[in-house]
């Protein structure tokens, strides 16, 4: 039986799989004081999120974690389905950084501060949901085609 990944996704889709579930896994149990601040610093880039008590944000946040580290660590999953929730999530988090004040340097830059530095790096896990995606998409159609030729 094939799998629906490839050789050259298995890597990044441990890695980061393994990351966010750890960090899923991590805000599970979020005491109050923890979900405050982690629904604080996302309303306050995404406004829709302040009509969503603190405690279901966290543990919506960890669910999605979780979820997303799954799909990425389960070969069955293929990679469009896997890359695009995780290119959904990191853009999330692009969003945040971009939009909270304080991230990035002065001026119409988006190189981070030394604050925004934590999550600036996120900006990995969006490369590695786009290559899983442009993967699903374009590299297995030539693989196929110089198979039926």
Known sequence: MRLPITPSEI???IVTGAFILNSGLGKRGADEGTAAGLHGFASGAYPVLKKVPATTFARGLSTAEITIGTL???PFV???VAGAALT???GGLLGLYLRTPGMTK???SVAPTQD???IAKDVWMFGIGLGLLTEALTGR???RSRRRR
Request: hydrophobic letters at 40%; zero cysteines.
């Open 11 to 13: 890597a990044p889709r």
């Open 72 to 74: 990425l660590l389960t």
């Open 78 to 80: 293929p990679a469009a």
């Open 88 to 90: 959904g999530f990191s």
């Open 106 to 108: 002065p001026g119409r």
């Open 116 to 118: 925004g530095l934590a």
């Open 141 to 143: 159609r030539t693989t």
